[in-house]
Protein backbone atom coordinates (compact mmCIF):
# COMPACT_ATOMS: atom_id res chain seq x y z
CA UNK A 1 0.00 0.00 0.00
CA UNK A 2 1.58 3.05 -0.91
CA UNK A 3 0.45 7.06 -1.13
CA UNK A 4 1.83 9.65 -3.66
CA UNK A 5 2.57 13.02 -2.05
CA UNK A 6 0.29 15.35 -1.89
CA UNK A 7 -0.45 18.10 -4.94
CA UNK A 8 -1.82 21.16 -3.58
CA UNK A 9 -3.40 23.42 -6.60
CA UNK A 10 -4.37 26.74 -5.37
CA UNK A 11 -6.36 29.64 -7.23
CA UNK A 12 -7.94 33.04 -6.48
CA UNK A 13 -11.48 31.43 -7.63
CA UNK A 14 -11.97 27.65 -6.09
CA UNK A 15 -9.14 26.15 -4.11
CA UNK A 16 -8.65 23.24 -4.36
CA UNK A 17 -6.37 20.06 -2.70
CA UNK A 18 -5.97 16.54 -5.47
CA UNK A 19 -3.69 13.61 -4.97
CA UNK A 20 -3.42 9.65 -5.93
CA UNK A 21 -3.34 6.86 -3.94
CA UNK A 22 -2.28 2.95 -4.72
CA UNK A 23 -3.94 0.61 -2.61
CA UNK A 24 -3.48 -2.85 -3.55
CA UNK A 25 -2.47 -1.71 -7.69
CA UNK A 26 -5.68 -0.01 -7.97
CA UNK A 27 -4.84 3.98 -8.49
CA UNK A 28 -7.21 6.24 -6.58
CA UNK A 29 -7.66 10.60 -7.25
CA UNK A 30 -8.39 11.87 -4.15
CA UNK A 31 -9.92 15.52 -4.89
CA UNK A 32 -11.16 18.39 -2.43
CA UNK A 33 -12.67 21.73 -3.11
CA UNK A 34 -14.76 24.33 -2.20
CA UNK A 35 -18.27 24.37 -4.06
CA UNK A 36 -18.57 27.89 -3.15
CA UNK A 37 -20.63 30.41 -0.42
CA UNK A 38 -23.89 29.97 -1.68
CA UNK A 39 -23.76 26.16 -0.21
CA UNK A 40 -20.40 26.76 2.32
CA UNK A 41 -19.43 23.43 1.58
CA UNK A 42 -16.10 21.60 1.46
CA UNK A 43 -16.61 18.63 -0.95
CA UNK A 44 -13.97 15.56 -0.80
CA UNK A 45 -14.57 13.03 -3.17
CA UNK A 46 -12.46 10.05 -3.68
CA UNK A 47 -12.58 8.28 -7.51
CA UNK A 48 -11.82 5.19 -9.62
CA UNK A 49 -11.92 4.67 -12.72
CA UNK A 50 -13.88 8.08 -12.62
CA UNK A 51 -16.34 7.14 -10.76
CA UNK A 52 -17.04 8.05 -6.94
CA UNK A 53 -15.95 5.58 -4.21
CA UNK A 54 -16.11 7.54 -1.00
CA UNK A 55 -17.45 11.35 -0.45
CA UNK A 56 -17.29 13.56 2.89
CA UNK A 57 -18.74 16.90 2.79
CA UNK A 58 -18.69 19.44 5.60
CA UNK A 59 -20.02 22.89 6.37
CA UNK A 60 -17.68 25.61 6.34
CA UNK A 61 -20.41 28.34 7.05
CA UNK A 62 -18.94 29.36 10.57
CA UNK A 63 -16.23 30.71 8.93
CA UNK A 64 -17.46 33.49 6.92
CA UNK A 65 -17.74 36.31 9.60
CA UNK A 66 -13.44 35.58 10.45
CA UNK A 67 -11.04 38.33 9.36
CA UNK A 68 -8.73 35.54 7.83
CA UNK A 69 -11.50 33.73 5.94
CA UNK A 70 -9.06 32.38 2.90
CA UNK A 71 -6.41 31.68 5.47
CA UNK A 72 -8.84 29.41 7.65
CA UNK A 73 -10.81 28.07 4.51
CA UNK A 74 -7.61 26.78 3.12
CA UNK A 75 -6.31 25.06 6.47
CA UNK A 76 -9.54 23.55 6.80
CA UNK A 77 -9.82 21.85 3.34
CA UNK A 78 -5.95 20.49 4.05
CA UNK A 79 -7.39 19.08 7.22
CA UNK A 80 -10.25 17.42 5.49
CA UNK A 81 -8.27 16.26 2.37
CA UNK A 82 -5.52 14.71 4.69
CA UNK A 83 -7.86 12.68 6.88
CA UNK A 84 -10.49 11.68 4.66
CA UNK A 85 -7.27 9.89 2.50
CA UNK A 86 -6.16 8.96 5.87
CA UNK A 87 -9.53 7.05 6.97
CA UNK A 88 -10.09 5.66 3.36
CA UNK A 89 -6.60 4.06 3.36
CA UNK A 90 -7.06 3.03 6.82
CA UNK A 91 -10.49 1.14 5.73
CA UNK A 92 -8.92 -0.67 2.94
CA UNK A 93 -6.34 -2.09 4.96
CA UNK A 94 -9.30 -3.69 7.67
CA UNK A 95 -10.88 -4.89 4.32
CA UNK A 96 -7.67 -6.49 3.63
CA UNK A 97 -7.64 -8.07 7.03
CA UNK A 98 -11.10 -9.37 6.95
CA UNK A 99 -10.31 -10.73 3.72
CA UNK A 100 -6.91 -12.66 5.19
CA UNK A 101 -9.51 -14.15 7.92
CA UNK A 102 -12.38 -15.50 5.35
CA UNK A 103 -9.00 -17.19 3.39
CA UNK A 104 -8.02 -18.92 7.04
CA UNK A 105 -11.59 -20.31 7.75
CA UNK A 106 -11.88 -21.65 4.09
CA UNK A 107 -8.68 -23.12 3.99
CA UNK A 108 -9.10 -24.04 8.07
CA UNK A 109 -12.55 -25.91 6.73
CA UNK A 110 -11.02 -27.25 3.64
CA UNK A 111 -8.96 -29.46 5.52
CA UNK A 112 -11.19 -30.90 7.36
CA UNK A 113 -13.39 -32.29 4.32
CA UNK A 114 -16.01 -29.80 4.91
CA UNK A 115 -16.41 -28.22 1.42
CA UNK A 116 -20.09 -27.27 1.81
CA UNK A 117 -19.21 -25.08 4.46
CA UNK A 118 -16.18 -23.93 2.75
CA UNK A 119 -18.23 -22.85 -0.26
CA UNK A 120 -21.05 -21.33 1.72
CA UNK A 121 -18.54 -19.26 3.54
CA UNK A 122 -17.13 -18.10 -0.07
CA UNK A 123 -20.31 -17.09 -0.44
CA UNK A 124 -20.80 -14.63 2.52
CA UNK A 125 -17.56 -13.37 1.41
CA UNK A 126 -18.35 -12.90 -2.28
CA UNK A 127 -21.07 -10.47 -0.51
CA UNK A 128 -18.75 -8.22 0.68
CA UNK A 129 -16.38 -8.32 -1.69
CA UNK A 130 -18.23 -9.30 -5.24
CA UNK A 131 -15.21 -8.40 -7.32
CA UNK A 132 -12.27 -9.96 -5.46
CA UNK A 133 -10.29 -12.10 -7.51
CA UNK A 134 -9.16 -14.26 -5.10
CA UNK A 135 -12.78 -15.05 -3.62
CA UNK A 136 -14.06 -16.23 -7.14
CA UNK A 137 -11.73 -18.15 -7.77
CA UNK A 138 -12.31 -20.82 -4.64
CA UNK A 139 -15.37 -20.17 -4.98
CA UNK A 140 -15.50 -21.56 -8.80
CA UNK A 141 -13.89 -24.38 -8.09
CA UNK A 142 -15.85 -25.40 -4.98
CA UNK A 143 -18.98 -24.66 -7.19
CA UNK A 144 -18.02 -27.19 -9.30
CA UNK A 145 -16.46 -29.92 -7.07
CA UNK A 146 -19.01 -29.14 -4.10
CA UNK A 147 -21.91 -28.18 -5.47
CA UNK A 148 -21.69 -30.63 -8.64
CA UNK A 149 -22.35 -27.46 -10.85
CA UNK A 150 -18.91 -27.80 -12.97
CA UNK A 151 -20.02 -25.59 -16.25
CA UNK A 152 -21.20 -22.90 -13.09
CA UNK A 153 -17.63 -22.99 -11.84
CA UNK A 154 -15.42 -22.90 -14.57
CA UNK A 155 -17.17 -19.71 -15.65
CA UNK A 156 -16.40 -18.34 -12.79
CA UNK A 157 -12.83 -19.29 -12.17
CA UNK A 158 -12.31 -17.89 -15.87
CA UNK A 159 -14.39 -14.58 -14.89
CA UNK A 160 -11.71 -14.25 -11.67
CA UNK A 161 -8.67 -14.61 -13.68
CA UNK A 162 -9.82 -12.07 -16.16
CA UNK A 163 -10.73 -10.18 -13.07
CA UNK A 164 -7.46 -10.75 -11.69
CA UNK A 165 -5.80 -9.05 -15.23
CA UNK A 166 -7.76 -5.84 -14.99
CA UNK A 167 -7.16 -5.31 -10.67
CA UNK A 168 -3.76 -6.32 -11.45
CA UNK A 169 -2.39 -5.32 -14.59
CA UNK A 170 1.44 -5.92 -13.94
CA UNK A 171 2.73 -8.95 -12.09
CA UNK A 172 -0.64 -10.69 -12.01
CA UNK A 173 1.29 -13.74 -13.92
CA UNK A 174 2.80 -14.23 -10.29
CA UNK A 175 -0.74 -15.69 -9.07
CA UNK A 176 -1.31 -17.81 -12.21
CA UNK A 177 -0.34 -20.93 -10.79
CA UNK A 178 -3.50 -20.96 -7.63
CA UNK A 179 -5.72 -19.69 -10.30
CA UNK A 180 -5.15 -22.12 -12.68
CA UNK A 181 -5.24 -24.88 -10.18
CA UNK A 182 -8.39 -24.08 -9.29
CA UNK A 183 -9.35 -23.77 -13.45
CA UNK A 184 -7.81 -27.40 -14.05
CA UNK A 185 -9.86 -28.52 -11.01
CA UNK A 186 -13.40 -27.93 -12.50
CA UNK A 187 -12.15 -28.74 -15.68
CA UNK A 188 -11.77 -31.95 -14.11
CA UNK A 189 -15.38 -32.25 -12.91
CA UNK A 190 -16.78 -30.88 -15.75
CA UNK A 191 -14.82 -34.03 -17.48
CA UNK A 192 -13.00 -31.97 -19.70
CA UNK A 193 -9.22 -33.85 -19.38
CA UNK A 194 -7.87 -31.90 -22.43
CA UNK A 195 -8.12 -28.68 -20.70
CA UNK A 196 -7.54 -29.41 -17.33
CA UNK A 197 -3.89 -30.79 -18.57
CA UNK A 198 -3.43 -27.57 -20.60
CA UNK A 199 -4.12 -25.21 -18.09
CA UNK A 200 -2.04 -27.04 -15.21
CA UNK A 201 1.13 -26.53 -17.05
CA UNK A 202 0.05 -22.93 -18.10
CA UNK A 203 0.29 -22.73 -14.25
CA UNK A 204 3.07 -24.19 -14.22
CA UNK A 205 5.02 -22.09 -16.35
CA UNK A 206 4.80 -19.12 -14.04
CA UNK A 207 5.80 -21.99 -10.75
CA UNK A 208 7.64 -25.32 -12.21
CA UNK A 209 7.58 -26.79 -8.83
CA UNK A 210 4.03 -25.92 -7.66
CA UNK A 211 3.23 -29.27 -5.91
CA UNK A 212 -0.05 -29.19 -6.33
CA UNK A 213 -0.17 -29.08 -9.85
CA UNK A 214 1.89 -31.41 -10.00
CA UNK A 215 -0.28 -34.11 -8.03
CA UNK A 216 -3.40 -33.42 -10.43
CA UNK A 217 -0.84 -33.80 -13.05
CA UNK A 218 0.65 -37.36 -11.52
CA UNK A 219 -2.65 -38.50 -11.32
CA UNK A 220 -3.68 -37.97 -14.61
CA UNK A 221 -0.35 -39.31 -15.99
CA UNK A 222 0.01 -36.63 -17.61
CA UNK A 223 3.40 -35.05 -15.72
CA UNK A 224 5.79 -34.20 -18.28
CA UNK A 225 9.17 -36.38 -18.38
CA UNK A 226 12.42 -35.04 -17.31
CA UNK A 227 14.33 -33.17 -20.27
CA UNK A 228 17.63 -34.11 -18.68
CA UNK A 229 17.02 -37.09 -16.01
CA UNK A 230 19.86 -37.13 -14.05
CA UNK A 231 18.90 -33.79 -13.04
CA UNK A 232 16.32 -32.58 -10.53
CA UNK A 233 13.01 -31.53 -11.79
CA UNK A 234 13.69 -27.98 -10.24
CA UNK A 235 17.47 -27.62 -11.58
CA UNK A 236 17.62 -24.69 -13.30
CA UNK A 237 18.39 -26.61 -16.66
CA UNK A 238 14.95 -28.82 -16.37
CA UNK A 239 12.78 -25.45 -15.86
CA UNK A 240 14.21 -24.03 -18.54
CA UNK A 241 13.91 -26.61 -20.91
CA UNK A 242 10.78 -27.09 -19.76
CA UNK A 243 9.79 -23.32 -20.41
CA UNK A 244 11.15 -23.41 -23.99
CA UNK A 245 9.11 -26.58 -24.84
CA UNK A 246 5.80 -25.10 -23.29
CA UNK A 247 5.97 -21.75 -25.15
CA UNK A 248 6.80 -23.22 -28.23
CA UNK A 249 3.49 -25.58 -27.85
CA UNK A 250 1.88 -22.58 -26.83
CA UNK A 251 2.51 -20.58 -30.11
Known amino acids: MAAKSLVKVVSRHSPSFSNS ?34 FRDSDYS ?8 DKKLLSMMENQHKSTTDFFIKGQASKQKQKSHFFEEV ?25 DPF ?17 EGVAICLKAIKRLDETIPFGSDFFYPVFYLNLGRAY ?23 KDIHQELARLGNRRKLSVPFLRRSHPINKYIGLLTENKKGK
Open 21 to 54: IIIDNLKYHVQTENLGKKTCTIATRIYLSGEIVF
Open 62 to 69: HLLKLREF
Open 107 to 131: QGLLKKGAGKDALALLGDALQKFPD
Open 135 to 151: LLSYYGCLMAIVNNKPG
Open 188 to 210: LKANKKQEAVAVFYHGLKNDLDN
